[in-house]
T-cell receptor
């Protein structure tokens, strides 16, 4: 089983749609959680951290369920510029904070 | 404060040659990660280093690959006797502390092509 697994893509949605990405992690020693974004195989960039209480940043909402070892990202009112690959990232407390990436989910927002 | 700097951005090597990829972390960052991204695949962890110390190299191939992060200068990922399967994008990331809730910042990557 992969340490971090994401929904297979791609997701093709119209502008204005709401889209949700799911991610599960296998290691209960996971410490911190992030969503990164990668455009056209450029360098990944942090989209948002994920906190236990859930957090929101504009159109983006991240949720964490430690009991189920599950993370989600919700994007509301999708824009064309949201088209990218979204990466679920976990750090492991017992491995010095090593970042473990999911394989990514591709999102394509169409006009 | 310059970001994470990787060079070269593009590197072409013939089979059997050596490839050296450099990564200068952000100022004040003492931890460096290397990741490899093969075409049409996700980011794969290779190695995690602190200055003068390898913390985790569980993702490094057993042969031909080595990494260092000396007290002075950039981190170096070295690939000896490159093969076509080494063609990939190699990304370096840095963070200021060991683990915790701190994000890592990525360089623009080095695209290695083995011909």
């Amino acid at each position: 089983r992969k340490e971090v697994e994401q929904d297979p893509g791609p997701f093709n949605v119209p502008e204005g749609a709401t889209v949700a990405f799911n991610c599960t992690y296998s290691n209960s020693a996971s410490q911190s959680f992030f969503w990164y974004r990668q455009d056209c195989r450029k360098e990944p960039k942090l989209l948002m951290s994920v906190y236990s209480s859930g957090n929101e940043d504009g159109r983006f909402t991240a949720q964490l369920n430690r009991a189920s070892q599950y993370i989600s990202l919700l994007i509301r009112d999708s824009k064309l510029s949201d088209s990218a690959t979204y990466l679920c990232v976990v750090t492991l407390y017992n491995q010095g904070g090593k970042l473990i990436f999911g394989q990514g989910t591709e999102l394509s927002v169409k006009p | 404060n310059a970001g994470v700097m990787q060079n070269p951005r593009h590197l072409v090597r013939r089979r059997g040659q050596e490839a050296r990829l450099r990564c200068s972390p952000m100022k004040g960052h003492s931890h460096v990660y290397w990741y490899r991204q093969l075409p049409e695949e996700g980011l794969k962890f290779m190695v995690y280093l602190q200055k003068e110390n390898i913390i985790d190299e569980s993702g490094m191939p057993k042969e031909r690959f080595s990494a260092e992060f000396p007290k002075e200068g950039p981190s170096i990922l070295r690939i000896q006797q490159v093969v076509r399967g080494d063609s990939a994008a190699y990304f370096c990331a840095s963070s200021p502390v060991n683990g915790g809730n701190t994000e890592a910042f990525f360089g623009q990557g080095t695209r290695l092509t083995v011909v």
